[in-house]
Structure formats: structure tokens, C-alpha cells
């Protein structure tokens, strides 16, 4: 019991490092006690020497005084593994040398032999979608630092071409890919951007016309305001592994002996997830919505009437798709 306690209050004085002003009912809800042991905690933590502020009101709450600061030895040597793990998994995926330096900085601080133990290790090399990624994102950090507008072309999942003027904001990695969270001029609001889309990428120089305060709040503010799309899918009970693979977030609604249906929501105008149901439309059935299922059979008629064509000479010695995606024989 002592013990948790005393990781209880590491965990609240933590908790009000990284933040300005925290309320007693949102401390309580966060670690899963009454707001009364909150205050008795307060105490506690005085007691320790760690000077605790309180503000009255509605807006009222706990805080630490600016000037206490944080001893290495609040941390302990699993923790250090964690941030260097997490900042090693960074750098396999993202090329940056501040990164690499800050590693070097944890393994100074870290206890002597932390390293050796190493229960956790992040490859993240899927970051990496090429080389014009890694230079956008170059370009766009220093915009950030400077808190300067740039420019660029942009290709929206419509395939429509248009110039955008924005104040970079915030990158992020989300959706298996790399997007930019902007102020845009054009459109007068907060847009995502996906890198992949981006071309002729110029820092303009100019500063922001506004301050925009903290763009991680901002972020979720604004998060992902596409239209979606609940598909039902009914697919063989063997397939379920693929479809749990491919659709990580879908949730099982019925599964018997053979078959099994699922669900899952997805952007409505994003084209991977349209993509794997193509290539697994031998296999499984969309059931809903009915709107898709037309553009399914669209699709499928538009690659016939492609292949359908063809002189047969010109396809042999073509490979030939059995239903296996890894085993591709020779016609």
C-alpha cells in the first residue's frame, strides 16, 4: 500500500510538471481516487520539499512553482530505457541529428548498466516514404522553428491540383503516413496535409500573420473532419487473420464454424483500404454499403473491359494471380 502511494505521488508531481493549472476532480479521475486523498496527497508532496501552488475558482487547481526543478534520480533506470528506445525508434525512421544527439544526452544521465537491459526496441523504417518526404519535412521544421509561411501544390484525393499558402503548424505521423497540420490561407482554416501529396515545396520567408498558441491542442481540435465511411464485410473464417491484419480497428460481429462478418470505419476518400478490398474480392463480401458494393463491381468491370481486350499473345508469359498474394505463377 505504501508503495503505491509513494508512485501515486511521483506520478502527480510528473503529471503537474507538464502542465500549468490541474483541478482536484481531474487529478482524482486521472489516478483513480477520491478528490480528498487528492488534497491529502498535496500535502504529502509539500512535505517532501516540492512547492505546491493552489489557485481558488471554477479555473482553480494544483500547480508547481516555476522555480523547483526536476533531480535525475526521480527517474529510474527503466525509465531511461523507455525514452531511449522511444527516441532510437525515432531516428530509424526520421533522419534527424538533434535526435541522435538528445540519445546521447539520456545515455550520459542514465544509470550506469541501464543500457544493457533493454527489453524494448522500436524499428520504425516504414516512416521513410522516400526522399522528397524526408526534404519536405526538413523544409518544413525549419518553417516551423522560424514561423514562417510556405507554399506548395497539393493533390487532394480527388486527384484535384491546387496552390496552398499555409503557416505550418505541427508534423505528424498518423494513418500510416506523414501529414502536416496547418493554418491555410487559401481555405481560412486548419487543414491536414499528407506529405506524399505535396510538390514544389518553398519556404516563402514570411512570418505568420497569427499566433496560433499550442498546436498538439489545436491538433486534436481539429482531428480528422473527413467524411467516413462503416463497411460490413462478410469474409471465410480463415481469412480472419488477413482481414484483422489489414483492418486492425474492425470490430467482429458475427463468427460462425465458416464465416465470419466484420466492421470497420474508414475515410471515406482514402484509397488503401478501397485497394485491399479490391485485392480481396474473390475472397470476401462487402454486405453494407450498398453504395460501395456499386463501386466495387465499377471497379471490376472497368478492369476487365481493360484486360479483355488484349491479344492473348501479349499476355503469355504474363504472371498470373491464383488467389494467393504470395504465390504468383507464369502463364
Known sequence: MKKMKINRLLGIVVYLLNREVVSARTLAEKFEVSPRTIQRDMESIGLAG??????????????????????RQLLQ??????????LRGLISGYNSRRAEETVEKMLSLSPEG?????????DLEVLREGSGT???????????RQKCTIQFQYTNARQTVSSRSVEPLLLSYKWYAWYLFAYCRDRRDYRLFRLSRIREIQNTGEAFAQDHGNAARLLAAHQDRRPNITVK??????????????FPKARLLDERCTELVMEFTVPEEESGWFATLLLLGGQCTVLEPESLRLRLQSHARMILQKYEGNDDRQLSGLPVYNGDIHTIRRA
Not at 541501464?114 to 522500436?122: D, I, K, N, T
Open 114 to 122: 541501464s543500457e544493457a537491459v533493454q527489453p524494448l526496441q522500436l
Open 77 to 86: 533506470p527503466e525509465d531511461y530505457n523507455y525514452i531511449v528506445a522511444a
Open 233 to 246: 464485410l462478410a469474409c471465410p473464417a480463415d481469412r480472419r487473420v488477413q482481414l484483422e491484419e489489414a
Open 134 to 144: 524526408v526534404q519536405y519535412i526538413e523544409i518544413i521544421e525549419e518553417a516551423i
Open 50 to 71: 516540492i512547492p505546491i501552488g493552489s489557485i481558488q475558482g471554477v479555473n482553480g487547481g494544483y500547480y508547481i512553482l516555476d522555480s523547483f526543478k526536476m533531480n
